[in-house]
């Protein structure tokens, strides 16, 4: 399989008041043609702005101080506004997690979704038109035809994000980046648009990142997991990896946090994570998670620890012996 | 014995499709009867725009309802004052960022309910106050910070403390932990668990998340366009779901279970239009086992089919449903 988007030391800082804020530091991975990665982690954790810095969008506080961003060949930064502005959305393509703000209120639906391909294709409304059409059924949206005259406030929550998935796949990009896409619906329309994120991109083999918070979408979805805290990937690996032998204990924590049928009982204390997360503002050393870890030692706070390999293709970001991590993940 | 109840709950409200056409009924809650018991937990659940909120919040006297009558033990809730019903019901809400006033400290905040209803001098104030941020696990030293200094889940902390300070019967929490991360979570969670098991609290939980209502819930009533189609006990509810939509509903939610990959989506058509409700059983649309001439010729009603279980469905009216 090839590679689609290599990213490698990413890092970015945001200037605030009090200091420099460390959004990501050291960020690294890898999507292949027809591969679904999940960066997972909560609020905070610089999942959002590592999508964002991919595609150029990083907010104007925001500056991404180092990392290669290499799509398909062509490292991003390198690239003017305007090349890259001619990437976006021919090559890889975004959806936001809230479709009612992500959509142009004073467009129809029709117009938003021609504007992508007139721009990047030297073709006429017509066939613009006719993709359209043939994308919004494709997404699952019932008389796609009579939809393109429609405004954004006429459709509701899930059907707008149907929008947005048929507007990314205009120009059949080799890249997709979903932020949170289903966070904003109900939990049955949340499994038809994930549904249809895999239907689509089976079909086209694209390559799918999507940044989410919920565990629960990262087990159903993903190829490979990235999990993030604090800025940092902590660990990396298969979805069947993550799940049954997690190795970082900030990944087992998460795992024990969330209400499992078979594994945690009704009723019974689910295993919180103490503490908070520490400020990502000035010069952070160590492993960040240590305040909040039940296995931090001496080794854990002077050195800056790396994201090291354990076997291929898995990778955390801990002093711990791996081996004796996955036991103590048993233990409990 | 129940400390709280409704009866054929019913409240619509009128919604303009412009300015010069008529207004339109919207029944948001349409004939919900609920009995809730001491000490138990009750979680109403459903897609957004089922009523859940609009339920809840005529449980805590916000909102009269338009028919239908709600009771506290024998006391029906006309009868008693605002005053008096916020004693025995508080709410939670789901955004601890807007539900505390950013302008007050955590102890002012705390110790508002106290002083309306003027229990406690200003000493028996503060210890009553230290004590349940004891309770919730708030740290002391954050007695006078604000809430914009606090995290999303010390802030829920401070709502959950501001609800029970005057020690209510039963206390509301509207999607308590939907705005909060998963790590903090549960930790809201344990907490409610904990006070559940050392004050007998009373809990009415709405959410949409299924997997804490599992977690959390006694009993659980499944709401669909304003109505019940399905209530009973959690082990029945979510161990053998007799309601096509609670069937859906389930079968819809994402666990953490690596080996089963994306659930098969059973549920056809979109959500109604809430102010044109479709003629018969209002999910019949959707409805994966419809049955053409009955399912849309007259609604079903909320009948028992099994201890402790009610449904609304002409399927399991007729017999039990595979």
Redesign the interface.
Known sequence: MSTVLEVSGLSVEIDVPTGVLHAADDVSFSVDRGETLCIVGESGCGKTITALAIMGLLPRSARRVSGRLVLEGANLPDLDNQDLAALRGERMGMIFQDPMTSLNPVFTIGEQLEEVYLRHRKAGRKEARERAVYLLERSGIPAAASRLGQYPHQLSGGLRQRVMIAMTLMCNPTLIIADEPTTALDVTIQAQILHLLADLQREVQMALILVTHDLGIVARIADRVAVMYAGRIVETGTRAEIFSTPVHPYTQGLLRCIPAPGRTRRGSPLGAIGGMVPSPIGPAIGCLFRNRCRYARNACAPNEITLAEISPGRACRCVLDPEESRRNFEAQ | MSVLSCNKLRRTFYVGKGLLKRKLPLHAVNGVTLTIERGETLAVVG??GCGKTTLARMLLGMLPPSTGDISFGSLAIGAISRRQLARRIQPVFQDPYSSLNPRKTVFQIIALPLVVHGECNASERRQRVEMYMDLVGLSRRLLHSYPVQL?G?QRQRVAIARALVIRPDIVVCDEPTSAL???V???I??LL??LRRELGLTLVLIS?D???V???ANRIAVMYLGRVVEEGT?EQVFDRPRHPYTK??L????????E????E?V?GA??PNPVEPPAGCVFHPRCPEFIEGTCDAAEPALLPVDDNVHVRCFRTESGPSS
């Open positions: 897609e957004s995290s889940g991360d998963v790590s979570q549960a930790q969670l344990n668990l904990d949409h299924l997997a804490v599992e977690h959390m959690a859906a509903l079968g819809s939610v994402l666990t953490p279970e690596p089963l990959g994306l659930p989506v549920l979109t959500f």
